[in-house]
């Protein structure tokens, strides 16, 4: 029999096979941050280890760095011990380190691939769960607790339960695939499956739906294969996945001596079995909007807040969960979508922050102003995404319209920096998570892709994009 | 890591799906460099409100399950971000026994790094067990939960088990397999970053 793509590179990287027992899987590249590592660093430090393979690890500062201007100092004392806390270790570890002030610091999962870090058919892991977003390179990338960090730092292995392969094809056609975007996809997915849909499997994307898509949009699908609950996504590498690693900063010298090894391996065989399957047709799917309190409460643009009862479909216990989440969003049930106010705009996050999602969102609001009442910023991916957007005088299409234009990092997302919601602000969020408190503390987020967050910001409230001419 | 021993407690009902790490541990507390001290912060949104009085409705707030070690939620446990403080929190407070109808993958995984037992119970045993009021003990060795009126058996992974009991450290296990790693790396093709 077959086999799938997942399993292929997982048998490419047994260590150790034993019965009854988790696999000792060998792990090609280690990214690092500032706030899942220092515990794993102190660990080896404890024991006397040392880092196994600092040439296979990398290491930027993301989660925490204020994205206002660099050359003042860092206000907040946690936020600065954390970061001079991975200097040093990585001094002492000698792991190479993108620095606040390099030109390649960004989001961890946007840096990778930009640098030619990202490979694929290798193994990849971060203490961060949207590591999956590597998978749209056809790597198998997982996000990984901080022992775990600890224990690819010391012995660049780690143990594994093999997850079960998952398939998810995306068949058809966009009519409009500059309004239904990525973003529209993979929400689509998880308002289907849930948002424990995946646990236990790695997701391999296929179709027509998914090969049409570039390399930044696979990425937008894989990054949020988390939210389904899946240990990982990935999409089997084609000539585009090839040409946008080709000619990298880090992209290896026998680059394509590699393609042509991957060419051959890299895909699912014809006879493979996956253990579950789901398919999506998105000819006629529309823009998506969350309205509650994980990703799996979505709905279309053109829809209403459901109702707990509608939701839940019989399931008492989601049916309580969407009371509380209409509870906590501060919405009632038959509320147009359209009609849903919002305060604050954020385009930016390892989902939503790369060139092309800012060229998107650029298109919606050029020439134009955000709503009066709305507060909006723009945070690149990296600081390249930063540089080669200014190249293109995207940074001014959006100041000229009211939004901020901020150096990069995760911010809003996760709110560890000082961009965070107050209490009772609505948010249109190109980022991933729409749980309770994310983007701060009482703060209510809506996730949307980057046009429809855009056009959100210019007129105040959520509207289909659909309606725009945005070719 | 210490050996996982028989636990004797009262239950902590948590009649919630899909609590996300987020809940667990919000993010403003991660930026500790240590593993201890989190406990205090756990669930630290729905525990205190804005002036950071304790909100009297949840469940940790009310007397009656201090010092409960083990910890019922619903579905999907641990869900959303990889975040290990979500389980040194849990486990600063004092619990060692989470149990849950299914638990998120990374989530699960970290539990057993740090000697935190996630037991995965058929839904009708939570609920069950959502309503206990009595002591119940948390047999690990015979893979036994005892509450006072019935005796609920669980699946756990032979390795992760013998992983707990004996409070073992997985890097020096792993490092037995030195030759196995070198003999791996001598044959592997992928290139270093630098």
Known sequence: MGKTLFEKIWESHIVVEKQNSPTLIYIDRHLVHEVTSPQAFDGLRQNNRKVRRPDLTIATMDHNVPTTDRTLPILD?????????????????????FDIDSPNQGIVHVI??????????????????????????????LGIGTSDVEHVLASQTMWLEKPKPFEIRVEGKRKNPHAVTAKDIILSIIKNIGTSGGTGTVI???????????????????????????????????????????????????????????????????????EKEFVLHIDDIAPQVSWGTNPGMTCDVTDSVPSPDEFSNGDPNQKRGAEKALDYMNLKSGTPIEDIKIDRVFIGSCTNARLEDLIEASKVIKGQKISSHVKAMVVPGSQMVKKQAEEMGLDKIFINANFEWRESGCSMCLGMNPDILSPGERCASTSN???????????????????????????GHFVDVREMDLS | MESFKKITSIVTPLDKVNVDTDQIIPKQFLKLVQKSGFGKFLFFNW???????????????????????ILVAGDNFGCGSSREHAVWALLDYGFSVIVAPSFADIFFSNCFKNGVLPITLDQKLVEKLLQETGVIEVDLENQMIKTPSDEISFEIDSYQKKILLEGLDDISLTFQYGDKILEFEKQSTVPSVL
């Open chain 1, 204 to 274: 391999e994307y296929r179709g027509e739906g998914i090969t049409d898509l570039s390399m930044e949009q696979r990425m937008t699908i894989c990054n949020m294969s988390i939210e389904a609950g899946a240990r990982a996504g990935l999409i089997a590498p084609d000539e585009k996945t090839f040409d946008y690693l080709r000619g990298r900063e880090y992209t290896p010298k026998n680059y394509e001596s590699l393609v042509d090894s991957w060419k051959e391996h890299l895909k699912t065989d014809n006879d493979a079995k996956f």
């Open chain 1, 77 to 97: 004392q946690t936020s600065s011990v954390q970061i001079k806390t991975l200097e040093k270790n990585c001094k002492d570890f000698g792991i190479k380190l």
């Open chain 1, 433 to 459: 998570r729409n749980f309770e408190g994310r983007q701060g503390t009482g703060g209510q987020t809506h996730l949307v892709s980057p046009v429809m967050a855009a056009a959100a910001a210019i007129h």
């Open chain 2, 47 to 69: 525990r205190y409100d804005e002036q950071e009085n304790k909100k009297s409705d949840f469940v940790l707030n009310n007397p009656n399950y201090e010092n409960s070690q």
């Open chain 1, 112 to 141: 990778g691939p930009q640098l030619g870090i990202t490979l694929p058919g290798t193994t990849i892991v971060c203490g961060d769960s949207h590591t999956s977003t590597h998978g749209a390179f056809g790597a198998l990338a």
